[in-house]
Nanobody, 117 residues
Framework: QVQLVESGGGLVQAGGSLRLSCAVA????????WGWYRQAPGKQRELVAT???????YYADSMKGRVTISRDNAKNTVYLQMNSLTPEDTAVYYC???????????WGQGTQVTVSS
């Protein structure tokens, strides 16, 4: 049983930065890819970034150039560094474990990010 617990969200001013963490517990042997998604009020959940076991990354256009996904295997943690935040980045951010098909196997509970103007 794998569990994902996000942290690091909060209130930040426009132009600021945040680093989100996703602590991973359990047997992750079968999990190939990790991802970060976000869901803004009244909008569908959307992909932000993914990282495969081979460390290849993908970034959605919405935050490309402003975010970096990384992983620390020793700490069993996946990170999302976010820079130059704007009020449009306000959302609940979710960590996810992905299947090889890139469908979501498991969601974390989410962490709220609020960017003030």
């Amino acid at each position: 049983q794998v569990q994902l617990v996000e942290s690091g969200g909060g209130l930040v001013q426009a132009g600021g930065s945040l680093r989100l963490s996703c602590a991973v517990a359990g047997n992750t042997f079968s999990i190939n890819t990790w991802g970060w998604y976000r869901q803004a009020p009244g909008k569908q959940r959307e992909l932000v970034a993914t990282m495969s076991s081979g460390r290849s990354t993908y970034y959605a256009d919405s935050m490309k150039g402003r975010v970096t996904i990384s992983r620390d295997n020793a700490k069993n943690t996946v990170y999302l560094q976010m820079n130059s935040l704007t009020p449009e980045d306000t959302a609940v951010y979710y960590c996810a474990a992905l299947r090889p098909s890139l469908s979501v196997l498991l969601w974390g509970q989410g962490t709220q990010v609020t960017v003030s103007s």
